[in-house]
């Protein structure tokens, strides 16, 4: 059985901003369109190349759980994402993250290799061509999440 796997990377803003990122991929078209639901509400949306190189991305309800060096889980505001393994995240990932918000993007399945979550450390070296692909094809949901050490509240209402 194949499950949603995460990716981490930092990526560089046009102004020279490192920015760290989460990139979810669901396993099939049916997950997927049920994610992009979910995150559309939360206030993602489908970047063009301009807002994705100008780092103009929309500020979502999101928020991203980083617990003990992990990144634990994503909460859309009404529910929750748990990660299947604990994702560690470098310290470059945690220096950008330092603001307190990472870029969320959601990709449809296929778009990343199978094993994206254990290719962070590449990713982290510069721009995935992958990433920019799905932006000029208009398939990447984007938007900041708010980066927390603890869990959101469950059921939190915006």
Do not use: F
């Amino acid at each position: 059985m194949t499950t949603t796997s995460w990716g981490l990377g930092v990526v560089a803003a046009s102004d020279g901003d490192r920015w760290s990122t989460v990139t979810i991929q669901p396993p099939d078209d049916a997950e997927h369109a049920e994610l992009a639901v979910r995150l559309k509400a939360a206030g993602l949306k489908r970047l063009n190349l301009r807002e994705w190189n100008g780092g103009l991305w929309p500020l979502s309800r999101c928020s991203l759980t980083v617990q003990g060096g992990h990144l634990t889980q994503l909460h859309t505001g009404r529910s929750r994402i748990v990660c299947s393994e604990p994702l560690e995240v470098s310290r470059a990932w945690q220096e950008a993250a330092a603001r307190g918000r990472a870029l969320l993007s959601l990709v449809p399945p296929g778009t990343m290799p199978e094993d994206h979550e254990h290719v962070s450390a590449a990713a982290e070296t510069g721009e995935d061509a992958r990433l920019v692909d799905a932006v000029t094809s208009g398939v990447l949901l984007g938007g900041l999440a708010e980066v927390r050490a603890t869990a959101e509240p469950y059921g939190r209402r915006w």
